[in-house]
């Protein structure tokens, strides 16, 4: 079965629209046996989560999409450490929780840029317990990938393993809908990276939103975010994306060629 392990809550600040209790109301509609959270850069809602998760039957993954500075989380200069990289972060055990919370407070305390950063090197000291994956678009891997720059992203892909272990890291595919330019090219390029260094796919969807008839109301939440208004061409924007939170059957139907990659979300 499908496991959707790449979700944003209210907690992130903003960005995503929905409450803990819908996340968990939905799994039960789904029937779905677990989920993780993984809010921006925090850790704001994960007993909550695992409360109501808990109470309602549902395994709790604990997480949190990371922004990972350029260079160095110390680095705080304009135009070269204000674009961090997303690198999706989830415990598999009481010390990756342990873990988790660590790094979501040295980013706040020590890395903080615009955004909570950490780097390369505090990744490797508290990684223990941890599984990563190369998240979303935004993530340094798919960044590589989408400039056609296939060795560094084949470079990073080791890096992150090594600071993870071989086993401990994923490389993801988020799916955002059909028809969105670039995805299906990015899609392929993973597939590929991820055979050609014998690291395991795993499928995710991003979602920032439970229905899809909610995404109108998580764009005028991103403008208020932004700073700007609804009739600004020019203003960051989700909705020609799909980020709701899709039933795991549709996501098993979409990707039943990547039986692999499905088994990976468990």
Request: charged share 25%; net charge neutral; proline share 4%.
């Given at each position: 079965?499908?496991?959707?392990?790449?979700?944003?809550s209210?907690?992130?600040?903003?960005?995503?629209l929905p409450?803990?209790?819908?996340?968990?109301?939905?799994?039960?509609?789904?029937?779905?046996?677990?989920?993780?959270?993984?809010?921006?850069g925090?850790?704001?809602?994960v007993i909550?989560?695992?409360?109501?998760?808990?109470?309602?039957?549902?395994?709790p993954?604990?997480?949190?999409?990371?922004?990972?500075?350029?260079?160095r989380?110390?680095?705080?200069?304009?135009?070269?450490?204000?674009?961090?990289?997303?690198?999706?972060?989830?415990?598999?055990?009481?010390?990756?929780?342990?873990?988790?919370?660590?790094?979501?407070?040295?980013?706040?305390?020590?890395?903080f840029?615009?955004?909570?950063?950490?780097?390369?090197?505090?990744?490797?000291?508290?990684?223990?317990?941890?599984?990563a994956?190369?998240?979303?678009?935004?993530?340094?891997?798919?960044?590589?990938?989408?400039?056609?720059?296939?060795?560094?992203?084949?470079?990073?892909?080791?890096?992150?393993?090594?600071?993870?272990?071989?086993?401990?890291?994923?490389?993801e595919?988020?799916?955002?809908g059909?028809?969105?330019k670039g995805?299906?090219?990015?899609?392929?390029?993973?597939?590929?990276?991820?055979?050609?260094?014998?690291?395991?796919?795993?499928?995710?969807?991003?979602?920032?939103?439970?229905?899809?008839?909610?995404?109108?109301?998580?764009?005028?939440?991103?403008?208020?975010?932004?700073?700007?208004?609804?009739n600004?061409p020019?203003?960051?924007?989700?909705?020609?994306?799909?980020?709701?939170?899709?039933?795991?059957?549709?996501?098993?139907?979409?990707?039943?060629?990547?039986?692999?990659?499905?088994?990976?979300?468990?």
């Amino acid at each position: 079965m499908f496991i959707h392990l790449h979700n944003h809550s209210h907690y992130s600040l903003l960005d995503g629209l929905p409450k803990i209790k819908d996340y968990v109301n939905k799994c039960l509609e789904y029937k779905m046996p677990a989920m993780a959270l993984t809010d921006h850069g925090s850790v704001y809602g994960v007993i909550e989560f695992y409360q109501k998760a808990k109470e309602a039957g549902i395994k709790p993954i604990l997480g949190m999409e990371a922004y990972i500075a350029p260079r160095r989380l110390i680095y705080k200069k304009v135009k070269m450490d204000d674009k961090p990289s997303h690198l999706v972060l989830l415990a598999k055990n009481n010390i990756g929780y342990k873990n988790l919370i660590q790094l979501a407070t040295i980013g706040h305390l020590d890395g903080f840029y615009y955004k909570p950063r950490l780097d390369k090197e505090v990744l490797k000291k508290y990684s223990e317990g941890l599984i990563a994956t190369s998240a979303c678009w935004a993530g340094e891997v798919s960044k590589a990938l989408r400039q056609d720059n296939i060795e560094l992203a084949k470079q990073l892909t080791d890096e992150y393993k090594n600071i993870f272990g071989k086993d401990n890291f994923y490389l993801e595919s988020v799916y955002l809908g059909e028809n969105i330019k670039g995805q299906g090219d990015l899609h392929e390029k993973l597939v590929d990276l991820s055979k050609k260094t014998q690291t395991p796919l795993m499928l995710t969807k991003d979602s920032h939103y439970i229905n899809l008839e909610d995404a109108d109301a998580q764009d005028a939440l991103l403008c208020i975010n932004t700073g700007t208004v609804l009739n600004n061409p020019k203003r960051l924007s989700m909705k020609e994306f799909d980020c709701s939170f899709t039933h795991p059957k549709l996501m098993e139907e979409r990707f039943k060629d990547l039986p692999d990659a499905i088994e990976n979300t468990q």
